[in-house]
């Protein structure tokens, strides 16, 4: 399956509304996750299941979509979204990602 | 504080043989299925293996699959990646992660630092 992720960078301010799409080449039926990198650290999960925002992650952060279009929303940039985000399916084997979007603030 | 860490990379000659470990704490082990995802420099992720609590499901990405074996121990909580036939392709940074759930389901949290694989003649 493969993942198609834009845009594959970004500048925004502080305070803008954020979205980034993914694109699956097949329905997803809800098997999509969302991952924030930041530098010097380890991907961390974001949000499962299309929607489903783990604990800890602020409400800023917004997964939705169907079938094979996704999108993360980020409703009110931060300093410290800094980073990278990647889409993944977790459908089928093998578990695809996308190339990533990078986020300058 | 859940934690994987890597360890085994290292510089090594195509055709040569490797072994990753992923040492494992603060969590049940056995409740969980375990993964390897790499990036490569310049690269996306790509899933290497997965393999669920009890061993009995694994899966490989085709590229790997005849050349790379994962497995675990639950007395050590360590998954292990062996990795023969090494090419330049495989080349990259090697993640540990833990999946959400005890079967390979694919949703991963949390990710190891990492260790890097360099593969040069």
């Known amino acids: 399956i493969q993942m198609t992720q834009s845009p594959s960078s970004l500048s925004a301010s502080v305070g803008d509304r954020v979205t980034i799409t993914c694109r699956a080449s097949q329905s997803l039926s809800n098997q999509i996750n969302w991952y924030q990198w930041k530098p010097g650290g380890a991907p961390k999960l974001l949000i499962s299941s299309i929607s489903t925002l783990q604990s800890g992650v602020p409400s800023r952060f917004r997964g939705s979509g169907a079938a094979t279009e996704f999108t993360l929303t980020i409703t009110s940039l931060q300093p410290e979204d800094l980073g990278s985000y990647f889409c993944q399916q977790s459908y089928r084997t093998p578990y695809t990602f996308g190339q990533g979007t990078k986020l300058e603030i | 504080e859940v934690q994987l860490v890597e360890s085994g990379g290292d510089l090594m000659q195509p055709g040569r043989s490797l072994r990753l470990t992923c040492a494992a704490s603060?969590?049940?082990?056995?409740?969980?299925?375990i993964h390897w995802v790499r990036q490569a420099p310049g690269k996306g992720l790509e899933w290497v293996a997965g393999?669920?609590?009890?061993?009995?499901?694994?899966g490989y990405v085709d590229s790997v699959r005849g050349r790379f074996t994962i497995s675990r121990d639950t007395a050590t909580k360590s998954v292990y990646l062996e990795m023969n036939s090494l090419g330049l392709e495989d080349t990259a940074f090697y993640y540990c992660?833990?999946?959400?759930?005890?079967?390979?389901?694919?949703?991963?949290?949390?990710w190891g630092q990492g260790t890097l694989v360099i593969v040069s003649s």
């Open positions: 992660v833990r999946d959400t759930n005890a079967y390979i389901r694919g949703t991963f949290d949390p």
């Open positions: 603060g969590f049940d082990f056995d409740e969980h299925a």
């Open positions: 393999i669920s609590w009890n061993s009995g499901s694994i």
